[in-house]
């Protein structure tokens, strides 16, 4: 188990190039852009978004990925949350190997009276642009996602947009995460602190009224 620590920002998409050169110019290479494309599972009854966590399975280019995560704190943009991540041999998931490493009980529970009945309820699509930053002694991982959130629902597409900067504290104290965030916000205009991830999202547009598709 880990526990991730991040925050988000949401980025107007007039500001993208903006941002781009920032992380640029700071690391000293233009970032190295990965297609991400990944598919979240939940019951129909939401079993998980019920128990606050979510459950992905991810194509990157090197293999899958799939995650389970609690969907944790939020304040300010700055998300802390549990995650267990394993690598699977193709498009499906296998739920016994994530029981097997995840220890949180109340979180295995979940997904465990979930499995039988999951389904695929949404889809994130995005390009992630990444570079690795150092900070007063910490690492941390700079991303800038830019794609789209996909839900069918009752045979209508629905689609909301991805346009977001995230940084990531690898390792290091947590204060240099957010004098980072300082340092980027005081130099890219319009940039605001995101408290929603990319999961709670998703069930958003899902759920959302059909007349709003």
Known sequence: MGIEREIKLALPA??????????????GHPGKPIALDNLYFDTPALTLARSKSALRLRRTP????????TIGHAQSGMHSR????????????EIDALLAVCDDAQAATALRDAAPKLIELFRT???RTLWPVTRDGAEIEAAV???EIVAEVDGITRRAPICEVE??????????LHALTSE???????LAPDDISKAERGYRLRE?????A
């Open 14 to 27: 007039d500001q993208v190039d903006a941002a781009t050169q920032w992380f640029t110019t700071r690391t």
């Open 62 to 69: 090197d293999g899958w990925l799939q995650t389970f995560k």
């Open 82 to 93: 549990h995650e267990w991540e394993i690598p699977v041999a193709g498009p499906a998931l």
């Open 125 to 127: 699509n995005f390009t």
């Open 145 to 147: 996602d830019r794609g």
């Open 167 to 176: 940084l990531e504290l690898k390792h290091g104290d947590e204060a240099a």
């Open 184 to 190: 980027l916000t005081s130099s890219v205009r319009g």
């Open 208 to 212: 959302r009224d059909a007349g709003q």
